[in-house]
């Protein structure tokens, strides 16, 4: 994947990894490959229904899935040979190259039929034209909203969600023992227990050291109204409305500044993730803004926690990105009926979806699993701050905006913006003129 280090991919190689969708950092995602534009219609047989007729026995599909994946799919790989007479062959990829390897192999015959990937992957699986949709049918409602939205581009759902992830506030309940809700609120129990002598740091959340953390941060810019693009009538992102540069954002921006390294250092420039979770899991701070993929850890040390909703920075709700992991089926497949089938009919099904879960730790996409996880307290809370959060921008335009919006948050809580509504300003112009040439 050429320089694929932008916040979204960063995510989802931590959500394929269980603890590693690491800090968030830049941009440059290349489509590598050809296919239809995606205003283009999908040609593919995968669109139609599941109530379509699957080939006979013998057939066979290939899965590109990574290593952490595969063992929770090999019961329901059985089941649909015993039912279906059909193999599915699971190939292990490496993650941080997948996306572009499919981009690329499926226009030629070599890609696979089915891949397992984040939703923010689509805009431009759609765009070179390699994946088809699907017809989830009744089965939509079956499956959180926000997980059938992630999975939706264009109004064309593309893929069957299996799990979803976000931030939340995790609070060492034996330095702060009730939640607060508001980040006025959390900041003040903070500093009450420095300085009290049984904390250093009031707030913890890492930074990337070039890149700050849009992220993370998101949820706190979101309460202040500044969201990053428009979103239409069905939740889907408008490319073409850049919203960050409004009241909130520039809100936001002093809000950086404020908390920074030359204000009350509340954000640190020199913590990032790694030494946040480090610092967290010594007691030396009672709050951590962070994903599930640290609450193993957190359990391991021993610390007593809570999962706080998060916490609002202004007057409309904190909330977070959603990252969604799911199934997509190649528009390429010469076994599109097949595939459809499988991915429809079968990893839908509460048996898979409980597995995945098992071996990843993400509440589930499909609702009868996610209450069934949901007898765990940790997942129950991270479910349900997600179910408020809005999924990460999928269109491609989003590739243009990490680097100058991370880059101007750190410069930002370095302190070196003299005027922090202008440095917003200005970071949203130079977006949007590479969002116009393409870039």
């Not at 269109?395 to 410069?411: I, K």
Request: include cysteine; proline fraction near 7%; charge should be neutral.
């Amino acid at each position: 994947m050429t320089g694929n280090n932008t916040p979204g991919a960063r995510l989802t190689r931590r959500t394929f990894t269980l603890g590693a969708v690491g800090a968030l950092s830049a941009l440059a995602l290349t489509a590598c490959g050809g296919g239809a534009p995606a205003s283009a219609p999908a040609s593919s047989a995968a669109a139609t229904s599941a109530a379509a007729s699957v080939p006979a026995t013998g057939a066979s599909l290939t899965m590109w899935v990574d290593a952490e994946r595969s063992p929770a799919l090999k019961d329901i790989i059985a089941k649909f040979k015993a039912e279906k007479g059909i193999d599915v062959k699971l190939v292990v990829k490496d993650f941080a190259a997948v996306r572009d390897d499919f981009i690329t192999q499926a226009p030629t015959g070599k890609g696979p039929d089915i891949m397992v990937g984040p939703h923010d992957w689509l805009g431009k699986l759609v765009q070179n034209g390699v994946v088809a949709p699907v017809q989830l049918g009744d089965k939509a409602g079956t499956f959180a909203e926000s997980s059938i939205k992630a999975m939706t581009y264009d109004g064309q759902t593309y893929g069957v969600p299996y799990s979803i992830e976000n931030v939340a506030l995790i609070r060492n309940t034996k330095l702060a023992p009730e939640a607060k809700t508001t980040l006025d609120e959390v900041l003040a129990e903070g500093k009450k227990v420095v300085a009290a002598g049984d904390a250093k740091f009031p707030f913890l959340v890492g930074l990337d050291p070039k890149q700050a953390d849009p992220y993370h941060l998101y949820p706190l810019q979101t309460s202040l109204g500044a969201p990053v693009f428009a979103q239409k009538a069905d939740g889907s992102y408008d490319a073409s409305q850049l919203t960050l540069d409004n009241e909130g954002g520039k809100k936001f921006a002093q809000l950086l500044a404020d908390l920074g390294d030359k204000g009350s250092k509340v954000l640190n420039s020199n913590i990032t993730g790694d030494i946040a979770k480090e610092k967290f899991l010594a007691g030396e701070s009672p709050y951590f803004l962070t994903g599930p993929w640290n609450v193993p850890d957190i359990e391991a040390k021993g610390i007593k926690f809570a999962v706080d909703p998060l916490p609002t920075a202004g007057d409309k709700p904190a909330q977070p990105f959603i990252g969604v992991n799911g199934f997509f089926i190649s528009s390429k497949s010469k076994n599109a009926l097949a595939a459809n089938e499988f991915v429809v009919n079968y990893l839908s099904q509460q048996a898979a979806q409980d597995e995945l879960f098992k071996v990843g730790g993400r509440p589930p996409a499909l609702t009868a699993s996610f209450e069934k996880a949901a007898s765990d307290p940790v997942v129950k809370a991270f479910g349900e701050i997600g179910a408020n959060g809005v999924p990460m921008p999928a269109v491609p335009a989003m590739d243009a905006v990490w680097a100058d919006w991370g880059g101007t948050e750190l410069n930002l809580i370095k302190g070196k913006e003299a005027d922090p509504a202008a440095a917003w300003s200005k970071m949203t112009a130079n977006i949007e003129k590479k969002i116009a040439g393409g870039k």
